[in-house]
T-cell receptor
Framework: DTGVSQNPRHKITKRGQNVTFRCDPI?????LYWYRQTLGQGPEFLTY????????KSRLLSDRFSAERPKGSFSTLEIQRTEQGDSAMYLC?????????????FGPGTRLTVL | AQSVTQLDSQVPVFEEAPVELRCNYS??????LFWYVQYPNQGLQLLLK??????LVKGINGFEAEFNKSQTSFHLRKPSVHISDTAEYFC????????????FGSGTRLSIRP
């Protein structure tokens, strides 16, 4: 399977704990995006990488959130001191640099539940 | 700034009936328009897109959408739905000049009754 993969698919944690999610994009896709989707809402943009450079961050991405893409391949999203409001589906997407506009390929997501 | 409004959170229809999912957008700059579909327990999948040219756009699975600039709408239609079309549908926009984010609507859940 050459699609976008995300791990874990589900994560349950207690408030105050740190969590880390991983995204493996489609190989050779140099752009990688993180979105957050809460119940009953559409995905909201969090951040975007081109290769290893983080080029844009949403105001939604508080200082408890950090994303990395150290070698321009897979990416990690870490949430420190989780809060109940962080419960959501975290989506990763990837695309080529010269993609047809909007042709972002999405992974299945990681569902986070903060108790 | 851009925004997307999907007027119906849920649309129930009978199998083989036609369906229209409504979408309106707001933007002070030119945008591309999209519809994405999310099947249960799966990732988002691009259904169709409007970039330029003909205002009637055809996508996968028999869906089509019409761009109406004067009404700032991009409604999605299918003449005859199937059980397998049960999913959540998201309308979205992206600025011409943006390399990054897509702005999504809140989604419309399409449920098909046999």
């Amino acid at each position: 399977d050459t699609g976008v993969s995300q791990n874990p698919r589900h994560k349950i944690t207690k408030r105050g704990q740190n969590v880390t999610f991983r995204c493996d994009p489609i190989s050779e896709h140099n752009r990688l995006y993180w979105y957050r989707q809460t119940l009953g809402q559409g995905p909201e943009f969090l951040t975007y990488f081109q290769n290893e450079a983080q080029l844009e961050k949403s105001r939604l991405l508080s200082d408890r959130f950090s994303a990395e893409r150290p070698k321009g391949s897979f990416s990690t999203l870490e949430i420190q001191r989780t809060e109940q409001g962080d419960s959501a589906m975290y989506l990763c997407a990837s695309s080529l640099n010269r993609e047809v506009p909007g042709e972002q390929f999405f992974g299945p997501g990681t569902r986070l539940t903060v108790l | 700034a851009q925004s997307v409004t999907q007027l119906d959170s849920q649309v129930p229809v009978f199998e083989e009936a036609p369906v229209e999912l409504r979408c309106n957008y707001s933007s002070s700059v030119s945008v591309y328009l999209f519809w994405y579909v999310q099947y249960p327990n799966q990732g988002l999948q691009l259904l169709l897109k409007y970039l330029s040219g003909s205002t009637l756009v055809k996508g996968i699975n028999g869906f089509e959408a019409e761009f109406n600039k004067s009404q700032t709408s991009f409604h999605l239609r299918k003449p005859s739905v199937h059980i397998s079309d049960t999913a959540e549908y998201f309308c979205a926009v992206k600025r011409y000049s943006s390399a990054s984010k897509i702005i999504f609507g809140s989604g419309t859940r399409l449920s098909i009754r046999p």
